[in-house]
């Protein structure tokens, strides 16, 4: 199997623009998608196949893929997006897999 | 609009199995999709628990599959998690979420859309 690696914590002031990255060395082979977790509630889907936006989701929010590191970019944060920030894999073999997750704290 | 609502006991004992149903509404499970469960002790991340595709066919995490068992009710709309022989490192927030999988190209994908408000479970004596 592998691991898909996100930095602990990012910080950012409102109005900036935010990045997380995950990597792997089988992401140049596979999507990845992002899931936003504010507290006590439950995962919201917010980027999927490395760049696509589902429905709903603000268009602050947008995905690129380079090699083996995929980022989260959050243009002009506001203060509701501070949350936890995972990325997610999966392999065709069906098995899935979750990075460590991101806290981003808005200064 | 799909809804998915989780629920089994919150309090389970240590070497006893962790039963959990997930209810879907507004879709019917026979349709299609994947139907999957996730879980996050507290304080920690996700972990994916398995999946189990509308016909029956489960997929589960390696270091769980010896002791997880997911099955699928169509007729009461509802896919099940059975954990046996649980210790505290089980206890955790499960989340039940609707899984979108298939092939673009080369890549295949399969990601979770629509997940349910969690249920706590705790393990202990």
């Known amino acids: 199997s592998y691991e898909l690696t996100q930095p602990p914590s990012v910080s950012v002031s409102p109005g900036q623009t935010a990045r997380i990255t995950c990597s792997a060395d089988a992401l140049p082979k596979q999507y990845a998608y992002w899931y936003q977790q504010k507290p006590g509630q439950a995962p919201v889907l917010v980027i999927y196949k490395d760049s696509e936006r589902p429905s709903g989701i603000p268009e602050r929010f947008s995905g690129s893929s380079s090699g083996t590191t995929v980022t989260l970019t959050i243009s002009g944060v506001q203060a509701e997006d501070e949350a936890d920030y995972y990325c997610?894999?999966?392999?065709?073999?069906?098995?899935?897999?979750f990075g460590g997750g991101t806290k981003l704290t808005v200064l | 609009q799909v809804q998915l609502q989780e629920s089994g006991p919150g309090l389970v004992k240590p070497s006893e199995t962790l039963s959990l149903t997930c209810t879907v509404s507004?879709?019917?499970?026979?349709?299609?999709?994947?139907w999957g469960w996730i879980r996050q002790p507290p304080g920690k991340g996700l972990e994916w628990i398995g999946s189990i595709y509308h016909s029956g066919s489960t997929y589960y995490n390696p270091s769980l599959k010896s002791r997880v068992t997911i099955s699928v009710d169509t007729s009461k709309n509802q896919f099940s998690l059975k954990l046996s022989s649980v210790t505290a490192a089980d206890t955790a927030v499960y989340y039940c979420?609707?899984?979108?999988?298939?092939?673009?190209?080369?890549?295949?994908?399969?990601?979770?859309?629509?997940w349910g408000k969690g249920t706590t479970v705790t393990v202990s004596s």
């Open positions: 979420a609707r899984g979108t999988s298939g092939w673009s190209g080369r890549y295949y994908y399969y990601y979770m859309d629509v």
């Open positions: 997610q894999s999966a392999d065709s073999s069906g098995t899935v897999v």
């Open positions: 507004g879709y019917s499970i026979s349709s299609g999709y994947y």
